[in-house]
């Protein structure tokens, strides 16, 4: 028998292609040491918590956790629907979206096959494209935002994807109505158009639209626009991982023929159905949303800070260097203040900073202040 470890490496498991060029996802950071209540606002967590309505039905559902949920999520499913005027139908569910988008992936491509996405675009659209053996491919944006011609311009034969998340993290901006429509009129039939519209329910622009007509515009004319959303930022179940998708019946076939089996658990959608159909709650949290953006965006502003515009409920903040932005990002954690760096958004010398309650405001403001001044 050999002893020789490099034998025995040649003799295991051999690694689909792609996956070895993952790296992994690291999300925004929740702790500092010896600090037990930091103010966090790394993750773009809805400031107002979720619904308490939800928070109740969760706590009922737990009584019956050892039976099976409904893997259909058929309820779910049609409170998804009443809610946004959908055919439940054309809906399915996930853990979190973005097991929706990997499901995309999975159904679509493959080795030899490109994943097309913005160059600031979410860091799952890469790990999705890796994890099936296709190839990511970026297009340049123009002021922070996807520029349709430059994502165009790099559609090949090989292109089966298009990611294109709308609002955009981490930089909050959007592509309007007319841009999404010429987006999705430029792309081959064969090429199937994501778009993640994970903060839709923030954007209050007259100009936006989360992609339902754009989806229903595909129905029987190629049959590939699909919309994902998710229950993580406005209605705040992250720690839940709930989230859907809309799309044709044709498509959301595929995607059910793939998922896993109760993907969703029982105490989760009925959390989900409580958070929907609780509108006021929802209206509350995009207002306050909306106000302290606003706020903060003005005061950050007129301290000199460069701020990304918006629609979302975060802001990026850009300094002059990769260095002053960790600089800063150290001196608020020395606050107690947790934001998130984005260098592997290809944005080293930015700071993305979720909207929170009015005093977490407040204290970015004080702390950023006494950063200019060197205190």
């Known amino acids: 028998m050999s002893g020789d470890k490099t034998d025995l490496v040649a003799r295991g498991p051999v690694l689909r292609p792609g996956i070895d060029a993952i790296e992994a996802y690291v999300g925004g950071k929740s702790k500092i040491a010896g600090n037990a209540n930091p103010i966090k606002l790394s993750s773009n967590e809805s400031a107002l918590g979720p619904s308490p309505r939800a928070v109740e039905a969760y706590n009922k559902a737990a009584a019956s956790m050892h039976r099976y949920p409904d893997g259909g999520a058929v309820a779910l499913r049609e409170a998804i629907g009443a809610r946004y005027s959908l055919d439940p139908e054309r809906i399915i569910c996930g853990a979190g979206s973005d097991e929706i988008l990997g499901l995309l992936a999975r159904a679509y491509a493959g080795p030899g096959d490109e994943v097309l996405y913005s160059e600031h675009g979410f860091l799952i659209y890469p790990i999705a494209a890796h994890s099936v053996g296709a190839l990511p491919v970026t297009a340049g944006e123009t002021n922070l935002t996807a520029d ?98 809309y799309g044709p019946a044709r498509l959301i076939d595929h995607l059910n023929r793939i998922r896993m089996p109760f993907n969703v658990g029982s105490a989760t959608q009925a959390a989900g159905i409580a958070a929907v159909e609780d509108v006021a ?38 300094f002059a260097d990769p260095a002053t932005a960790e600089a800063v990002d150290a001196f608020l954690t020395a606050r107690g203040i947790i934001v998130r760096q984005v260098p592997k958004y290809g944005l080293p010398d930015s700071l993305r900073i979720t909207i929170g309650l009015e005093h977490e405001m407040k204290a970015v403001v004080a702390a950023l202040a006494d950063f200019k001044k060197g205190v």
């Open 281 to 318: 709650f929802t209206s509350q949290a995009r207002d306050h949303n909306e106000r302290w953006r606003i706020w903060l965006t003005e005061e950050l502003t007129k301290l000199g800070y460069r701020v990304a515009p918006s629609v979302a409920n975060f802001l990026l903040v850009r």
């Open 148 to 245: 349709v011609d430059k994502l165009l311009a790099k559609v090949t034969p090989r292109t089966k994807l298009v990611y294109i998340s709308n609002p955009n993290n981490p930089t909050g901006s959007y592509l309007a109505n007319g841009e999404m429509a010429r987006l999705r009129a430029g792309l081959p039939d064969n090429v199937v158009l994501v778009i993640d519209a994970a903060y839709a329910e923030f954007v209050t622009a007259n100009d936006y639209a989360a992609g339902v007509e754009l989806v229903d515009a595909s129905v029987g004319q190629g049959d590939n626009v699909v919309m994902t959303r998710t229950f993580s930022k406005i209605y705040a179940m992250g720690g839940l991982r709930l989230g859907w998708a």
